[in-house]
């Protein structure tokens, strides 16, 4: 059982370029979610799905897209790379829509530096 | 809007100390609270959970009790070791705050031989 994998794990980007991130799961997990992680700080909200179609704002949504065609996939879109989004982006997912305690599986992480 | 709070690290100890990392959480309804961990260079694993008051999580050694009076869920563990050493996250699930996870800031820990 793969659980939540995320491609790249590492990736450098120039000021103005764009990337996607992958994650895909294998869970049937309706809820997912993506989350940055600076140096020395917790983890801050960008963008979840509560299923197939649907997506909403996070904390800091402000410079990504995201979209859940399917299930298993929620990529993560940076348009124009700037040098404040040089973070750790981790996807998660989640079984459960109601709050009684089902955890998040986390991906192991993508480690993106913008110069 | 919900919020949690964890003393900030890093901590280091000396294999076989007791280890307490405290949290404590602002929530709209009642929510279900996690400890996550997080070893160099990997993503969060969950640790353990509580899902209501008074509730006590434990695994490998750590455990937490829901404290609903005073809104904590703190972490101990009696006699750690180097294999401990790893970032810790207070977390909770609030269904009333529309199901999102709210993490704290992490503490890292450090246990030396």
């Known amino acids: 059982n793969a659980g939540v994998t995320q491609t790249p794990k590492f990736r450098i980007l120039k000021i103005g370029q764009s990337m996607t991130l992958q994650c895909t799961q294998d869970m049937n997990h309706n809820y997912m979610y993506w989350y940055r992680q600076d140096p020395g700080m917790g983890l801050k909200l960008i963008y979840y799905?509560?299923?197939?179609?649907?997506?909403d704002k996070g904390e800091v949504p402000n410079g990504y897209n995201v979209s859940r065609s399917t299930t298993e996939d929620f990529p993560l879109r940076l348009e124009l790379a700037a040098p404040s989004q040089t973070s750790v982006y981790f996807c998660?997912?989640?079984?459960?829509?109601?709050?009684?305690?089902?955890?998040?599986?986390f991906g192991n992480g993508t480690r993106l530096t913008v110069t | 809007g919900d919020s949690v709070t964890q003393m900030e690290g890093p901590v280091t100890l000396s294999e076989e100390a007791f280890l307490t990392i405290n949290c404590t959480y602002t929530?709209?309804?009642?929510?279900?609270l996690f400890w996550y961990v997080q070893y160099p260079g990997e993503g969060l694993q969950l640790l353990l959970k509580a899902t209501k008051a008074d509730d006590k999580g434990s695994n490998k050694g750590f455990e937490a009790t829901y404290r609903k009076e005073t809104t904590s869920f703190h972490l101990e563990k009696g006699s750690v070791q180097v294999s401990d050493s790893a970032v810790y996250f207070c977390?909770?699930?609030?269904?009333?705050?529309?199901?999102?996870?709210?993490f704290g800031g992490g503490t890292r820990v450090l246990v030396k031989p």
């Open positions: 977390a909770l699930s609030d269904y009333a705050a529309g199901n999102k996870l709210t």
């Open positions: 799905s509560v299923g197939a179609g649907i997506t």
């Open positions: 998660a997912s989640r079984a459960s829509t109601t709050g009684d305690g089902s955890p998040l599986h």
């Open positions: 929530a709209t309804g009642y929510p279900s």
